[in-house]
T-cell receptor, first 113, second 112 residues
Framework: ETGVTQTPRHLVMGMTNKKSLKCEQHLGHNAMYWYKQSAKKPLELMFVYNFKEQTENNSVPSRFSPECPNSSHLFLHLHTLQPEDSALYLC????????????FGSGTQLSVL | LAKTTQPISMDSYEGQEVNITCSHNNIATNDYITWYQQFPSQGPRFIIQGYKTKVTNEVASLFIPADRKSSTLSLPRVSLSDTAVYYCLVGDETGTASKLTFGTGTRLQVTL
């Protein structure tokens, strides 16, 4: 148990669906992250939030929409996804943004049909 | 960005000591070195972090030479459950998260 909880654990959706991924951390951290990991590929940083403010967006398509209502919760809203978006989506948190220890959730395995 | 290079894969027998080396030739003065472990379908897990010389915890040891252009993660007496991908990251505490780039990592396979 890392203190970072992601739901759902698995998700199957069609290309016209709208769904949301949820992440919650119980560590009192101030920075939260979304990563994407496709099969056989390195983790790709998608978004970074620091004290609820988005500080990084690594050229992520607009069909992915993050939301950070407070320092403990992070959402990733999905709409009109493509099959190539199928991947493991990982949430992480750290005390502060930067070279801090990252604590990851178990991820959401997403399949887009 | 301080780029890192690691072997793609390594094999070991249970009970052996495993050393995984990471090269980071253009590491900056303020950069720390951090290692993570990842099992299939799970998020990476922090193992150890260091700046110079040697760091040891209950899981592993991290050896960093004086020039800091490389580092070696040492896993004592590995077991089957140590089969995982190991990542080396380099970055400083004032940098952006983008500096914390996960490469392809080293896939360690432990067998009997």
């Amino acid at each position: 148990e890392t203190g970072v909880t992601q739901t759902p654990r698995h998700l199957v959706m069609g290309m016209t669906n709208k769904k949301s991924l949820k992440c919650e951390q119980h560590l009192g951290h101030n920075a939260m992250y979304w990563y994407k990991q496709s099969a056989k590929k390195p983790l790709e940083l998608m978004f970074v939030y620091n004290f609820k403010e988005q500080t990084e967006n690594n050229s992520v398509p607009s069909r992915f929409s993050p939301e950070c209502p407070n320092s403990s919760h992070l959402f990733l809203h999905l709409h009109t996804l493509q099959p190539e978006d199928s991947a493991l989506y990982l949430c992480a948190s750290s005390h502060l943004q930067g070279n801090e220890k990252l604590f990851f959730g178990s991820g959401t395995q997403l399949s887009v049909l | 960005l301080a780029k890192t290079t690691q072997p793609i894969s390594m094999d070991s027998y249970e009970g052996q000591e495993v050393n995984i080396t990471c090269s980071h030739n253009n590491i900056a003065t303020n950069d720390y070195i951090t290692w993570y472990q990842q099992f299939p379908s799970q998020g990476p897990r922090f193992i150890i972090q260091g700046y110079k010389t040697k760091v040891t915890n209950e899981v592993a040891s991290l050896f960093i030479p004086a020039d800091r252009k490389s580092s070696t993660l040492s896993l004592p007496r590995v077991s089957l459950s140590d089969t995982a991908v190991y990542y080396c990251l380099v970055g400083d505490e004032t940098g952006t998260a983008s500096k914390l780039t996960f490469g392809t990592g080293t896939r360690l396979q432990v067998t009997l």
